[in-house]
T-cell receptor
Framework: DAKTTQPNSMESNEEEPVHLPCNHS???????IHWYRQLPSQGPEYVIH???SNVNNRMASLAIAEDRKSSTLILHRATLRDAAVYYC???????????????FGPGTRLSVLP | NAGVTQTPKFQVLKTGQSMTLQCAQD?????MSWYRQDPGMGLRLIHY???????DQGEVPNGYNVSRSTTEDFPLRLLSAAPSQTSVYFC??????????FGPGTRLTVL
């Protein structure tokens, strides 16, 4: 079972910021929070990941709650090319029961309106 | 650095035929996995490996075999293809808890 919950779908206007939420209330102290996205007819691609502190890269920002039970992926200016399914998953840095690290939930389908 | 490569890109099989989907990575990643994605659905884990010689089942392993004789290669074998195995198959690799790299996928149709 996926250990994260996300809204099924969200909508945004082009060039506006988008905040995609993810709840992971059972996260352990060593789990990393990963975000991936899947554009139509393509394989998933990595977006960003973090452990405790907020993270920024060229694609997005990741805001992690202080208790780590939720996180938010922030796209600062949505473009039409950002329309995709966004997945939030947890990855544990140990080999035990590592199969859980590969489980993707249904994700959030983001629509971007021109 | 080619990343994760998958062959073939497209394949059509008849029911009962067998075949092997190839996956290779050149990043020296310990972890590799196979997913299937049916139309309009999310990814489902078939098998995964945490290192050469070590494999384990995921959510939907029935009808598939894997082996990991080298770090680079992780082939997925369909033993006797069925129409229910029509899907897009993705292979991925990563280091422990780090970014997962996905291949371009193999579109498989079983008639």
């Amino acid at each position: 079972d996926a250990k994260t919950t996300q809204p099924n779908s969200m909508e945004s206007n082009e060039e506006e910021p988008v905040h995609l939420p993810c709840n992971h209330s059972t996260i352990s102290g060593t789990d990393y929070i990963h975000w991936y996205r899947q554009l139509p007819s393509q394989g998933p691609e990595y977006v960003i990941h973090g452990l405790t502190s907020n993270v920024n890269n060229r694609m997005a920002s990741l805001a992690i709650a202080e208790d780590r039970k939720s996180s938010t992926l922030i796209l600062h200016r949505a473009t039409l090319r950002d329309a995709a399914v966004y997945y939030c998953i947890l990855r544990a840095p140990n080999r035990d029961n590592y199969g859980q690290n590969f489980v993707f939930g249904p994700g959030t389908r983001l629509s971007v309106l021109p | 650095n080619a990343g994760v490569t998958q062959t073939p890109k497209f394949q059509v099989l008849k029911t009962g035929q067998s075949m092997t989907l190839q996956c290779a990575q050149d990043m020296n990643h310990e972890y590799m996995s196979w997913y299937r994605q049916d139309p309009g659905m999310g990814l489902r884990l078939i098998h995964y490996s945490v290192g050469a010689g070590i494999t384990d089942q995921g959510e939907v392993p029935n009808g598939y075999n894997v082996s990991r004789s080298t770090t680079e290669d992780f082939p997925l074998r369909l033993l006797s293809a069925a129409p229910s195995q029509t899907s897009v198959y993705f292979c991925a690799s990563s280091r422990l808890a780090q970014e997962q790299f996905f291949g371009p996928g193999t579109r498989l149709t079983v008639l």
